[in-house]
C-alpha cells in the first residue's frame, strides 16, 4: 500500500515510500527511477559524477552502520561521465568496495595496476588498496557500488596528503606531534 515516509525517515524528496512490517521493523521500498541523481563536481571539474543514494532511499544513515541505527552497508548507483573521474585516488583503512559495471567502459586503478572493465564485470578495492575509476568516453560508466559500513574509516589520500574521517564526515590533514602535545 503506497505511503509516504514516516517521522524521522531520511527518505529523498519525491521519493515515496511503501512501508510495512517485516518481523520487528519496518520495511521500506523505493524504486530506482524515484530516486533522484546527486551530482558531485571538483571546481576545475576532473573529478565528476552522479549518483543514486539507493541505501539512503531506503532509510540508511550516509557512513553509519547497524550500531547506530543504519544499514550494513551502502548501495548506489553511480554514473561518471565520459573523460572524467570518479574520485582523487584514495585508500580506506576499513572499508570495503564491490563494483558491478552495469553500462560503458572504464579503467580502474588499483594500487599501480590499471585495468580496462566493461559490462558484466565486477572489481573489488578491498580495506588500503588505493584505487579510482576513469571514464575515457566516449558514453558514461555505470556502476552498482556496494561499501561496507565499518564503525570507523579514515580515507588517505596520497597526492594532497589529507584524510577524511568516517563517520564524522571530516577531513583533517597530518601535523607530526608528540603523544603528549596539548595534554599538559
Excluded at 67 to 84: E, M, N, Q, S, T
Aim: aromatic share 8%.
Amino acid at each position: 500500500m503506497p505511503g509516504t515516509a514516516q517521522s524521522g525517515d531520511s527518505l529523498p524528496l519525491g521519493v515515496n515510500a511503501i512501508s510495512g512490517t517485516c518481523g520487528d521493523g519496518v520495511t521500506v521500498k523505493v524504486n530506482l527511477a524515484e530516486i533522484p541523481w546527486e551530482e558531485r563536481r571538483s571546481p576545475k571539474g576532473r573529478y565528476h559524477l552522479f549518483q543514486k543514494a539507493i541505501s539512503l532511499a531506503l532509510g540508511g544513515r550516509k557512513d553509519i552502520g547497524t550500531w547506530a541505527g543504519g544499514h550494513p552497508f551502502d548501495v548506489a548507483l553511480v554514473r561518471i561521465p565520459a573523460d572524467a573521474v570518479d574520485l582523487p585516488l584514495h585508500a580506506h583503512a576499513a572499508q570495503w568496495e564491490l563494483y558491478g559495471v552495469e553500462e560503458g567502459g572504464g579503467r580502474i586503478r588499483i594500487g599501480e595496476r590499471r585495468i580496462d572493465v566493461g559490462p558484466g564485470d565486477w572489481f573489488l578495492a578491498k580495506p588500503q588498496e588505493a584505487h579510482q575509476i576513469e571514464n575515457p568516453g566516449p558514453g558514461d560508466l555505470l556502476l552498482l557500488v556496494i561499501a561496507n559500513n565499518p564503525e570507523a574509516d579514515v580515507v588517505s589520500y596520497a597526492r594532497s596528503g589529507k584524510f577524511f574521517l568516517k563517520p564524522e564526515r571530516r577531513i583533517v590533514t597530518e601535523s607530526p606531534l608528540s603523544y603528549y602535545d596539548g595534554e599538559e
